[in-house]
């Protein structure tokens, strides 16, 4: 039997059940709150109610690029910048960025290692979030080794308030033989983050 609620001045609400209700008889609790805005009702199996959060994992918050195409050259185990570089806002507290960088390196040696990381600075923090070691091989053609080196990374940067700043960064160092190593050369660095709602 349906229940129904008269508006104070027009109109009513009525509320009905199932014809057939399995399993017995079923108590709903409703919250003591009528929630916030966006909120819905989610029960905790037993018939209590409450208001929550609405999900929206997965949901692309914002996308920001930077390229660099410059030539950039070093003989040094000191990690120098990249090139490219994203600073943005993030849009909502506690989000995940999910991060895709890429830069072509070479050396005209005979052979080389670079090292390639990928940092992120919130404020005066700078963190390093990966790390690649790549042997640049020969490919026989012209005595020029190149290869490209890059990372996609879900990084969880657990910054707690909407608004602020992030930026994330390549840079790269050689291991001091058979240099120097050239990023960007014969290609373009290029840094894009996808911020989701987490």
């Not at 399995?22 to 805005?37: C, E, M, V």
């Not at 994992?57 to 195409?69: K, N, V």
């Not at 090139?83 to 507290?93: Q, R």
Request: proline content about 3%.
């Amino acid at each position: 039997m349906p229940i129904k609620l008269n508006g104070s001045t027009s109109g009513s609400v009525e509320l009905d059940v199932p014809a057939t209700v399995s399993g017995g008889d079923i108590t709903l609790t409703l919250p003591a709150t009528d929630g916030d805005a966006n909120q819905v009702l989610e029960t905790d199996g037993s018939g209590s109610l409450d208001w929550v959060d609405k999900a929206n994992l997965g949901r692309l918050l914002q996308i920001a690029t930077d390229t660099h195409e410059t030539d950039i050259s070093s003989n040094n185990t000191t990690y120098v910048s990249c090139g490219p570089n994203v600073d943005f806002d993030i849009l909502k507290a506690n989000s995940k960025i999910l991060v895709h960088a890429h830069v072509n390196m070479n050396t005209s040696g005979s052979s080389g290692r670079a090292r390639l990381r990928l940092r992120r600075t919130v404020g005066s923090t700078t963190t390093t979030i990966a790390n690649a070691d790549e042997a640049l091989v020969d490919y026989g053609n012209d005595g020029i080794h190149v290869q490209g080196v890059g990372f996609n990374f879900l990084d969880t940067h657990g910054v707690g308030t909407a608004g602020t700043q992030i930026s994330y960064h390549l840079e790269f160092s050689c291991n001091g033989t058979n240099g120097p190593i050239t990023v960007n050369n014969n290609g373009i660095g290029i840094i894009t983050i996808m911020e989701i709602d987490a």
